[in-house]
């Protein structure tokens, strides 16, 4: 069995809860039949209190074996480097200490979550007071709480599970690759996030592509239209892939409405511009397409709006469609 | 005297330690420590309003949508905005799915548990609720995750998804509901509760919200097949109806436009809740102290070496006064006869907390299929609105949890100022500055705890359904 150790810090716990929306299969299940267990987990294992702790001190000390650490939010090391704005309850040490001394045991390191990879939001106040950063990265800056050099026992850097929160099948996989193979370095992209979902860009497979293709632009929340010209949306340059893995059944951010804010890069939450809102110069939105050459995005989009149906044009800035499409009376060729 | 420190509870959200002095075993007085500090309030200061939908649903990865409720709700009172019809009811319906997925995942994940101990191996009970309910092992599990991940999938249509969504917006929603996704979320319903009719309750949910008191439940539990008749069955061969009395006043702020706001005290009519009644103290937490201040002129500034502090978490009062909020407290304020007996009975109780989250689930998701029903796909979902560069704003609903309220002052068209009042901050609370221990340090004091005693501290704690991480968000 691939033992699963599971730690929470500065963080809302968000990435549990959405992995319990695991499916088809319950949660337990699937991971027990993929050869998975929790050794334990904070909010799903039997053992509270000494017993936990009993077991934590085992495990950080060598003396009973894990093969994954988990670990869920940001690391506090403040105040001052202390890292008291996280004590472990009923021990007293800091939870940064308990991260150090489990991740020399370990053979796999996953930081589950933005905040756990590079900081996520409890780094986000101004001048970060919490000293919050990720494992091994401080925002896009290789370091960390646990250094850039740091390697698990499988001679890894930490993995970073990115997203805010994850999507349960990020975990999943992650853990089942694990169990399956492990995992090498060309598994991650150049910030260790595994390849199985950020590959990807979250543009893909989005279902308010027609209106992309035309600019054809939604001008307030609900409505149809492209979110990326004036809503803030991210989707053509975040990595993830929301809309084809799609979240709780049919869902994802484009799918809800509203924009990607690109939950799983660094320094999402500091966007340095309201979240809702497009940064512009001289009306064109500076965030464009990965990949795309600017002049060529620009002139496309000219072309694209003024080629623009009815259809597209009028259901962009409404909350249903108002013109459907037309019916062909000659048959399909 | 002797003092223990408890902790980690797991299976709570967030993190919790508990100090307990004890004489001959007994608790004596009890201590509530949050052991997380997290910040949020100062993450919002100086951004633009409208990001406070994005920054403060990630306080809680648990009562993710009730954040963004209250700050949805604190941006159109500022923005003097209502929602529309369609916009309304959405809200409802995603509301009432987190608290309904949190109930559940508390009574089979976190709750249930508790009974699988060894402690409890002779009980007559003991060995079917122990296979049906142990931790990561348990059929239960099995059972539950699948139905709420499926009743889940109602997020997929309202909010894009679960945790962390965005739609909830000062004037409704950013997601139309279309004519085909009505009927497919009707089905949604239907699948859930065939779920809770026939593996919950062993009833259909009309027979158990029209359960009028302790006597009317426990002679319908009798014999019945079902998980929330098998919580009956040990919780009363345990006492538990009389174990965790705390301060006996309930605060509701009201949810869904059908369980009423109120404040109820034992032996008077409830009274009309008054937003100018809520205030917090800082006296015994790692914050600068400055007295009982309302939230509007509340600040939250770390001082780490604080004497007499023991946690992160502020005292809220409500007219000066320890308040318990929770689904216990709605159903109390709310009237209805079952919530009202278990109280009148034997207070606040273990088993009346996990009755009134089960009875609750009985009475809204009847409710859920009604506002789908209400939805008029094509009608708008969200009116729109401008914030003015200066103004105040006041979000206050109810999470499964309790009464959370968002205060937030907007200048220059930016975050002034903004401050959060989160239900387990009510019921986790520390004394405050005229020495008055909170909810959970009250409940406490009385109970076996120490080497050899029975879980009795851990159902009560967990009776709470505590949420660390909005506590100290």
Redesign the interface.
Known sequence: MLKVLWL???????????L??????????ELSDAGIE?L??????????DD??TLLEDAAEGRRDFDVLCIEGAM?RG?RGSG?????????RPLTDWVRRLAAWARWVLAIGSCSAFG???A???DN??EACGLQYENDEPGGLLGAGFRSGAGLPVVNVAG??VHPGWVLDSLEKLALEGFVPDDLDALQRPLIYADQLVHHGCPRNEYYEFKASAH???DLGCLMENLGCKGTQAHADCNVR??????????????C?S?TEPGFEQPGH????TPKVAGIPIGLPTDMPKAWFVALAALSKSATPKRVRENAVA??PVVRPAIRKTGLK | MRRI???????V?????VSLDLEDGLVVAARV?S??????E??L????P??A???VP?????C?VSQSAAAAAALADAASLAPTPNGRLAQHLIQATENLADHL?HFY??FM?DF??SAYAGRPWFGAVAERF????GQA???A??A???F??????L?????????L?P??????I?AAERIRMLAILRQFRTFLESRLFGDDLTAVAGLESEVDLLAWAQGRAGDFPAFLAAAHDLGLERIGKASERFLSYGAYDSFAPGFWQPGQAVARFDPGQVAEDSRHAWLADSGLLPPAAGRTV?D?DKPDAYTWCKAPRYGGQVAEVGALARQVVDGHPLARDYVARHGASVTARVVARLLEIARVLPMMEAWINALV??E???A?GTLPEEAQGVGLVEAARGGLGHWLSVKRGRIECYQIVAPTTWNFSPRDGDGQPGPLELALVGLPAGEGALPTV?HVVRSFDPCM?CTVH
Do not use: Y
């Not at chain 1, 929470?8 to 959405?18: A, I, V």
């Not at chain 1, 309201?274 to 809102?277: A, G, K, Q, V």
């Not at chain 2, 142990?134 to 092992?137: K, V």
């Not at chain 2, 889940?152 to 249509?157: A, E, V």
């Open positions: 929470q810090s500065g963080g809302c716990g968000g990435c549990t809860q959405s319990l929306c695991a499916e088809p299969r319950p949660l337990f299940e929790f334990w987990h904070p909010a799903l294992s039997g053992e509270s209190g936990a702790l506090l105040p008291r704005f996280h004590l472990l309850a009923g021990d007293g996520g939001f409890s986000a106040s101004r007071p919490l805010c929160p307030k929340p609900s799609t979240w709780n059944g049919n869902g994802s951010c484009a799918r809800g409405g509203f924009p804010i939950c309201p979240f809702l809102e909350d249903h | 420190v408890v902790g980690p509870f797991n299976r959200e967030g993190d919790l330690e420590n052991p997380l500090f997290r910040g949020f100062q993450i200061v100086g951004r633009a409208q990001d939908l994005v920054v990630r306080i809680c990865g648990i993710s995942t994940l976190f548990p699988a101990r142990a931790a990561g092992r599990g099995n059972e995750l699948p709420r991940t499926a889940l999938r109602l997020m997929g249509f909010a894009g998804k679960w945790p962390h969504t965005l739609a917006q004037g409704g929603s950013s997601r139309a279309s770390v780490v796909p094509g708008s979902f969200c729109q851990q991480v």
